[in-house]
Nanobody
């Protein structure tokens, strides 16, 4: 059973930066992709970024491209989301997710395991 634990959320002013971490336990080499999603107040959950575990291929939503960077440390079984130039509209609970059957994906239904989420609040 895969367990994902996010950390690094908090309160930051607009224009600031945060780095989220997602530590995975119980992963096997069959886990193919990791992703970050977010859900803002009163909004549906949306895709943020994804990375293929083996080759490091990345893909971002248009709303974060150029500001956020996803990366992974295979030795630590950890995925990171570096968030720069944060905006108030980035305020959300951020979730990491683990997919077993896809190389990378922006579709939440492709992911098999989810963390509990970490709150990011960006003040204007």
């Amino acid at each position: 059973q895969v367990q994902l634990v996010e950390s690094g959320g908090g309160l930051v002013q607009a224009g600031g930066s945060l780095r989220l971490s997602c530590a995975a336990s119980g992963r096997t080499f069959s886990s193919s992709a990791m992703g970050w999603f977010r859900q803002g107040p009163g909004k549906e959950r949306e895709f943020v970024a994804t990375i293929s575990w083996s080759g490091g291929k990345t893909y971002y939503s248009d709303s974060v491209k150029g500001r956020f960077t996803i990366s992974r440390d295979s030795a630590k079984n950890t995925v990171y989301l570096q968030m720069n130039s944060l905006k108030p509209e980035d305020t959300a609970v951020y979730y990491c997710a683990d997919a077993l059957h896809v190389t990378y994906s922006d579709v939440d239904n492709d992911y098999d395991y989810w963390g509990q989420g970490t709150q990011v609040t960006v003040s204007s």
